[in-house]
């Protein structure tokens, strides 16, 4: 293990949505945000749904749109910084995996 080495990434942020797992944890995540809005017992089935879904597309519009920037120091003398999660995925390339993934989640849910 190399203690104290720098990653190799420009940005981290760009990658991070390619990670082993990601995908998988992201759905588990909306999964259990749903199963937390049933367990109150004054929701019905599609009130519980329905806040499901607001609750992660307004999550997502702060994470992906709304926010600029990345939490990593980044050597690319702050081009990061102007960008939003979603400009710096893939490094902004169009149509890859990651990009169709979040693009069809929403519509699915």
Do not use: C
Not at 13 to 18: E, F, L, P
């Amino acid at each position: 293990m190399n203690v104290g080495v720098a990653h190799s990434e420009v940005n981290p942020n760009t990658r991070v949505m390619n990670s082993r797992g990601i995908w998988l944890t992201y759905a588990l995540g909306v999964g259990m945000l749903h199963i937390v809005l049933l367990s109150i017992p004054f929701f019905s089935v599609p009130v519980v749904w329905t806040l499901t879904n607001v609750i992660h597309n307004f999550g997502m519009y702060v994470f992906m749109h709304a926010v600029k920037g990345t939490p990593f120091e980044t050597p690319d003398q702050g081009k990061a910084r102007l960008l939003t999660h979603w400009e710096q995925l893939d490094y902004g390339v169009q149509f890859t995996s990651s990009r169709k993934f979040f693009t069809i989640s929403p519509i699915i849910l």
